[in-house]
């Protein structure tokens, strides 16, 4: 099956930095999504990006498809933007039945 | 807020017993998946249901099971668990148009097992 790889594994950055998160992944994909777990286990989702770049606020995601990778922006890190980023891509393979694989995701922490 | 819930929140059993987990999806949404979530791991998923059926599964054993009901809640079930089966149980809705997933997940806030 796919391979979603995403780096780094841990992250430490002072409030106001920024950082890049990345997802690789090893075949073509339908669609990937971005999400945010928060301390208490919900996942949130931060964008659909199959392909392109969106933006919103101070986060921001590009798709390059035909590379296989995905970058995920964080400007001006708050405290709040701690927790576990993950990636999931629906594999072309799965035939739109969209069985997604999560990467292990980013674990970030932002200090005050 | 994603307006998927799940129940119970935190639960407790011991091996061997069964549990039953609830998921009411989005409004306007019409299909379900969950996803077993290991501590320091990502989501696996398990299986989603699509019209009251099952329309995809990864790798999990038949003692785990779910049904989707005419108003698109869903259960998952889990049988003769096993110590390993502790682990946050997460639900997302979704919309599939002609059978097709357009992708995009909305997750619930998850049921956390415990096996003892």
């Known amino acids: 099956g796919i391979q979603v790889e995403q780096s780094p594994p841990d992250l430490i950055l002072q409030e106001g930095a920024n950082s890049t998160l990345r997802c690789n992944f090893s075949?073509?994909?339908?669609?990937l999504q971005w999400f945010h777990q928060n301390p208490w286990g919900q996942l949130i989702n931060l964008f659909y990006?199959?392909?392109g770049t969106k933006q919103n606020g101070r986060l921001s995601a590009t798709t390059v498809a035909t590379e296989r990778y995905s970058l995920l922006y964080i400007s001006s890190s708050q405290t709040t933007d701690s927790g576990v980023y993950f990636c999931?891509?629906?594999?072309?393979?799965?035939?739109?039945?969209?069985?997604?694989?999560f990467g292990r995701g980013t674990s970030l922490i932002v200090h005050p | 807020e994603t307006g998927v819930t799940q129940s119970p929140t935190h639960l407790i059993k011991t091996r061997g017993q069964q549990v039953t987990l609830r998921c009411s999806s989005q409004?306007?949404?019409?299909?379900v998946s969950w996803y077993q979530q290991a501590l320091g791991q990502g989501p696996q998923f398990i299986f989603q249901?699509?019209?009251?059926?099952?329309?995809g599964r990864g790798n999990f054993p038949p003692r785990f099971s779910g049904l989707q009901f005419p108003n698109y809640s869903s259960e998952l079930n889990v049988n003769a668990l096993e110590l390993d089966d502790s682990a946050l149980y997460l639900c997302?809705?979704?919309?599939?148009?002609?059978?097709?997933?357009?992708?995009?997940?909305?997750f619930g806030e998850g049921s956390r097992l415990t096996v003892l």
């Open positions: 997302a809705s979704s919309l599939a148009a002609g059978g097709r997933n357009t992708g995009e997940l909305f």
């Open positions: 075949d073509s994909v339908n669609n």
């Open positions: 990006i199959p392909s």
């Open positions: 999931a891509v629906d594999p072309l393979a799965s035939g739109g039945s969209y069985i997604p694989t």
């Open positions: 409004s306007g949404h019409n299909t």
């Open positions: 249901y699509y019209r009251e059926e099952e329309n």
